[in-house]
């Protein structure tokens, strides 16, 4: 698992919560403190866009599921695995690279057993094709693409936002997609699948995606605290790193190889750890949690 260094972009869990941190927010900052020094499974779920408390928990899942059934990676297992993991981990936002549109309700409807108490939203975005003009398609012919779980706010406010990154590498037929959903002012979750055949438009794709389209999203529906979770195809202290695409203020957590979930400077990080699946994809689940410090001030 690896993270980014103290000093770099990442701030203490006293420094993000110090805000206003008096009386019974000093209780929660410690207790947050420790609970960042433990496994992930011990930092307890709270509702990530009800608002109604300060901090505000999340748990992020990260999975890269090679089901197109195109695929040397294919297994045939991998939406068997997911259920088994979301059912097991508990999840608060799933984002989901490699999967055929079909999986999106498959899993939304095990998330959604999950959360009885909530109301949840999913979302799916096809990857293009550029010699069709169409949509990629998985073997069984449905569209292929990302796609994105997460629960709602009691008034269920949110907005989609999706789109195809505007350079892709001309030598492969996929074009790389980009998904968001918005929910509330509580947090602009985010999902992609960068380009696997060449680092640098990978890297082009990365920086584009948080220094323009995240922009225009939050002008358009209002800031809220952003998380970006997917297979960046882009490795830390590789060549390029992915930390060249990375604003600064931001955090980011990864699997040691090319999944990992950045964070806006409101979002503290706090742990992080790599969930098996089973041999029934090539890459693990990245699971981790994160602090939105809902005492912030609003930004526009």
């Given at each position: 698992?690896?993270?980014?260094?103290?000093?770099?972009?990442?701030?203490?869990?006293?420094?993000?919560?110090?805000?206003?941190?008096?009386?019974?927010?000093?209780?929660?900052?410690r207790a947050l403190a420790l609970g960042c020094l433990v496994a992930v499974a011990a930092v307890p779920a709270e509702s990530p866009v009800a608002g109604a408390s300060a901090p505000?928990?999340?748990?992020?899942?990260?999975?890269?599921?090679?089901?197109?059934?195109?695929?040397?990676?294919?297994?045939?297992?991998?939406?068997?695995?997911?259920?088994?993991?979301?059912?097991?981990?508990?999840?608060?936002?799933?984002?989901?690279?490699?999967?055929?549109?079909?999986?999106?309700?498959?899993?939304?409807?095990?998330?959604?057993?999950?959360?009885?108490?909530?109301?949840?939203?999913?979302?799916?975005?096809?990857?293009?094709?550029?010699?069709?003009?169409?949509?990629?398609?998985?073997?069984?012919?449905?569209?292929?693409?990302?796609?994105?779980?997460?629960?709602?706010?009691?008034?269920?406010?949110?907005?989609?936002?999706?789109?195809?990154?505007?350079?892709?590498?001309?030598?492969?037929?996929?074009?790389?997609?980009?998904?968001?959903?918005?929910?509330?002012?509580?947090?602009?979750?985010?999902?992609?699948?960068?380009?696997?055949?060449?680092?640098?438009?990978?890297?082009?794709?990365?920086?584009?995606?948080?220094?323009?389209?995240?922009?225009?999203?939050?002008?358009?529906?209002?800031?809220?605290?952003?998380?970006?979770?997917?297979?960046?195809?882009?490795?830390?202290?590789?060549?390029?790193?992915?930390?060249?695409?990375?604003?600064?203020?931001?955090?980011?957590?990864?699997?040691?190889?090319?999944?990992?979930?950045?964070?806006?400077?409101?979002?503290?990080?706090?742990?992080?750890?790599?969930?098996?699946?089973?041999?029934?994809?090539?890459?693990?689940?990245?699971?981790?949690?994160?602090?939105?410090?809902?005492?912030?001030?609003?930004?526009?």
């Amino acid at each position: 698992m690896s993270t980014d260094p103290p000093g770099d972009t990442t701030r203490s869990p006293g420094a993000l919560l110090g805000r206003r941190a008096s009386g019974p927010y000093r209780a929660i900052r410690r207790a947050l403190a420790l609970g960042c020094l433990v496994a992930v499974a011990a930092v307890p779920a709270e509702s990530p866009v009800a608002g109604a408390s300060a901090p505000t928990t999340v748990r992020v899942l990260q999975l890269n599921l090679c089901n197109s059934g195109r695929a040397g990676c294919y297994t045939g297992r991998s939406l068997t695995r997911a259920a088994e993991v979301i059912r097991a981990e508990r999840p608060d936002l799933v984002t989901l690279n490699e999967i055929c549109q079909s999986d999106v309700p498959t899993l939304e409807a095990v998330f959604a057993a999950v959360h009885t108490d909530a109301m949840v939203v999913s979302a799916f975005q096809a990857a293009g094709d550029r010699p069709s003009g169409a949509d990629t398609r998985c073997r069984n012919g449905q569209a292929y693409g990302i796609g994105l779980l997460t629960r709602l706010a009691a008034d269920g406010r949110h907005a989609v936002h999706s789109g195809i990154h505007p350079t892709q590498d001309v030598a492969d037929p996929e074009e790389r997609p980009w998904l968001c959903v918005h929910v509330g002012d509580a947090l602009n979750a985010c999902t992609t699948h960068l380009a696997a055949t060449s680092h640098a438009v990978a890297l082009t794709q990365c920086g584009h995606l948080l220094d323009e389209i995240l922009p225009a999203v939050r002008r358009d529906s209002g800031y809220a605290p952003t998380v970006l979770s997917g297979d960046l195809n882009l490795r830390l202290d590789d060549d390029p790193d992915v930390r060249a695409c990375t604003p600064p203020g931001y955090r980011r957590v990864g699997d040691g190889a090319v999944q990992h979930i950045l964070t806006s400077a409101d979002i503290m990080l706090c742990c992080a750890r790599s969930v098996g699946m089973g041999g029934a994809t090539d890459h693990p689940a990245l699971l981790a949690t994160l602090v939105i410090d809902d005492t912030r001030p609003t930004r526009r």
